[in-house]
């Protein structure tokens, strides 16, 4: 699952970056409220980890702006913005949580999941492709009815494939859905994961449509 944080302090910046990353998401980092906007506008996010007090454009404004834009990503506050008037106002524009800095990284972690769970209609929004099962909130897989265990990337780069079932994906895209912005990554790291992944799963139950990228077969 991808997350969009967003947060100009370098330091709390990086905490919830690393943090989330070792819960199993993948998270691209922005610094600035007009950075935010482009990128919240590309709706390649599961869910906005969104600060106020940014730089160029407030964290309030970003987000009316994608509400006004039709975006119904879900949108967690974090800010040191402790008023009741500042959380009412966060919750009015369109916000789907709050909550105060400092926090405990477990928490948000948690937080994020439910946002995920509840904008997905049900307690589990579980992936589907024949008889292969992906279950992005528990990071479980099945296959045929047994369960398959798969490392985080291995996992990142099956769910990017599950989120559009039966469509080509690129390496480049398996890459950006995978590791985000700001990662250098060998120039083999898909390739090894869909190794490991083939090896786990079957041969035929990832294809490869030479020259153009990768999908998932039903089967």
């Known amino acids: 699952m991808r997350l969009l944080v967003v947060e100009d302090d370098p330091m709390i910046g990086k905490s919830?970056?690393?943090?989330?990353?070792?819960?199993?998401?993948?998270?691209?980092?922005?610094?600035?409220?007009r950075a935010a906007e482009l990128?919240?506008?590309?709706r390649?996010?599961?869910?906005?980890?969104?600060?106020?007090?940014?730089?160029?454009?407030?964290?309030l404004d970003v987000l009316r702006g994608a509400r006004a834009a039709g975006n119904d990503v879900p949108v967690l506050i974090v800010t040191a913005r402790d008023a009741v008037a500042d959380r009412i106002a966060g919750l009015n524009d369109g916000a789907d949580?709050?909550?105060?800095?400092p926090f405990d990284m477990d928490e948000l972690v948690a937080r994020a999941h439910a946002?995920?769970?509840?904008?997905?209609?049900?307690?589990?929004?579980?992936?589907?492709?024949?008889?292969?099962v992906v279950d992005p909130l528990t990071h479980s897989v099945s296959l045929r009815g047994a369960a398959i265990e798969l490392s985080s990337r291995e996992f990142s780069v099956l769910h990017a494939l599950m989120r559009q079932p039966g469509a080509v994906l690129s390496r480049d895209a398996l890459e950006d859905a995978?590791?985000?912005w700001e990662r250098?990554?060998?120039?083999?790291?898909?390739?090894?994961?869909l190794?490991?992944?083939?090896?786990?799963?079957?041969?035929?139950?990832?294809?490869?449509?030479?020259?153009?990228?990768?999908?998932?077969?039903?089967?």
Not at 20 to 33: I, M
Not at 39 to 42: E, R
Not at 120 to 129: K, N, V, Y
Not at 184 to 193: D, K, L, R, T, Y
């Open 16 to 33: 919830m970056r690393h943090g989330l990353q070792d819960a199993g998401f993948c998270v691209d980092w922005t610094r600035d409220g």
């Open 39 to 42: 990128s919240i506008a590309n």
């Open 44 to 59: 390649v996010y599961q869910a906005v980890i969104l600060d106020l007090g940014l730089p160029v454009k407030d964290g």
């Open 97 to 101: 949580d709050y909550v105060l800095k």
């Open 115 to 132: 946002l995920i769970r509840r904008h997905a209609g049900s307690g589990r929004p579980q992936l589907t492709h024949g008889s292969l």
């Open 178 to 180: 995978v590791y985000g």
């Open 184 to 193: 250098e990554i060998g120039s083999n790291a898909i390739e090894v994961h």
């Open 195 to 219: 190794h490991h992944l083939r090896r786990k799963l079957g041969a035929d139950v990832i294809k490869n449509i030479r020259g153009v990228g990768y999908r998932v077969a039903e089967v």
